[in-house]
């Protein structure tokens, strides 16, 4: 049965338009990729942020403009954002088969969120993905820096690291994976503050440390989780951009914090 997952935040957080959206995104795209140091490697995770593409469009483009050598190879992607409107226990699927946007419909992988029935921490709740932003956000960057994928989108909830880590390792899969974290970090700081405790965030990933506080970063249990399976396979991430909304299209009295960051399986790439 075909059912659907409709966008709630086109026309707000992003362009409703399909036309308008594409323009805009594959611009934000092409001045990233022209703007980021040549590389090879293609990411195995993103960290990308999700506010309105006005303000976090171009680090969030920072991190899709990674992806370009390996656009027909990655064929399934996972997403882990968190909650922000419906609180949940776990992990929450959507049990929707398709998550729409302006720019088309993009199919779940139900063979990959099979795999993830026995595990008590992954529920099934529409509730938490209906209004949610957190994943929709990321989705017109990969239908356009990608070719034909499938999804598996996670609302995160209340969950350790530990929990996202296992519901990563059950996902991991080859080169044909790529797994997103979306996230933004500190929320309504002044400017000069936030610059402090988004640095002290960044260094904190750049090691490897699945510390993070909600604090310092609202995606900060799927960003542990990840940090806990990244370590377990030997990537290392590498900062792509960093700024706040302050920088973009705000005042200064009270910014959000965007990081983009990427994690390869060598330590080549962009520090």
């Not at 036309?19 to 590389?39: F, I, T, W, Y």
Request: aromatic letters at 4%; proline letters at 8%.
């Amino acid at each position: 049965m075909h059912t659907l997952r409709r966008p709630a935040v086109a026309g707000s957080f992003y362009p409703g338009q399909a036309p308008v959206l594409a323009r805009d995104v594959r611009a934000l795209l092409e001045s990233a990729q022209a703007d980021a140091a040549p590389s090879t490697c293609v990411p195995k995770a993103l960290i990308a942020p999700h506010a309105g593409y006005i303000y976090s469009g171009s680090t969030a483009a920072q991190a899709y403009a990674q992806l370009a050598p390996a656009r027909a190879a990655i064929r399934r992607v996972v997403i882990l954002g968190p909650v922000h409107r419906v609180p949940v226990r776990g992990l929450a699927l959507s049990g929707a088969t398709h998550f729409a946007t302006p720019l088309g419909e993009i199919p779940v992988d139900l063979t990959a969120t099979a795999l993830l029935r026995d595990l008590p921490q992954v529920v099934i709740s529409p509730q938490a993905h209906a209004l949610e932003h957190s994943l929709e956000v990321q989705l017109p960057f990969l239908q356009l820096a990608l070719n034909d994928f499938q999804l598996v989108p996670l609302a995160v909830g209340d969950a350790s690291p530990q929990e996202v880590a296992q519901v990563l390792e059950r996902l991991w899969g080859g080169p044909e994976t790529l797994i997103v974290i979306s996230s933004d970090l500190s929320h309504y700081r002044p400017y000069a503050h936030a610059q402090q405790i988004d640095q002290v965030t960044v260094n904190t990933i750049l090691h490897g440390q699945p510390t993070l506080s909600h604090e310092q970063a609202c995606g900060a249990t799927p960003i542990n989780g990840l940090l806990l399976a990244a370590t377990r396979h030997g990537l290392h991430p590498h900062l792509l951009g960093l700024c706040n909304s302050g920088d973009t299209a705000g005042d200064h009295a009270r910014v959000v914090g965007y990081a983009a960051i990427a994690f390869t399986e060598d330590g080549h790439g962009t520090h």
